[in-house]
């Protein structure tokens, strides 16, 4: 049974940090990269940071300086450090594994930044 799960998200003053934790379980198929995405209430989900197999990195304008993907292959752990948080960063964080299959999506963590 193939399990994404999220955790990490919370209640945070504007410039604060955060760090999410993204962990799989029963992916049979080659994973090619990963990435984090976001929702923000009304609004389309957008990628945020996706990195790949050859460590390839992409961040969103956004939040280019501020946030940082990495991954631990032991725990088969992907992360997203938020620094230097903004009102405009709240929405709901979902991770996503990408096979050449299908991509698999997590429950998301919510994810609220007060001025």
């Known amino acids: 049974q193939v399990q994404v799960v999220e955790s990490g998200g919370g209640l945070v003053q504007a410039g604060g940090s955060l760090r999410l934790s993204c962990a799989a379980s029963?992916?049979?198929?080659?994973?090619?990269?990963m990435g984090w995405y976001r929702q923000a209430p009304g609004k389309e989900r957008e990628l945020v940071a996706r990195?790949?197999?050859?460590?390839?990195?992409y961040y969103v304008d956004s939040v280019k300086g501020r946030f940082t993907i990495s991954g631990d292959n032991a725990k088969n752990t992907l992360y997203l450090q938020m620094k230097s948080l903004k009102p405009e960063d709240t929405a709901i964080y979902y991770c996503?594994?990408?096979?050449?299959?299908?991509?698999?999506w997590g429950q998301g963590t919510q994810v609220t930044v007060s001025s």
């Open positions: 029963g992916i049979d198929f080659s994973i090619y990269a």
């Open positions: 996503a594994r990408y096979t050449y299959y299908r991509t698999f």
């Open positions: 990195f790949t197999s050859g460590d390839e990195k």
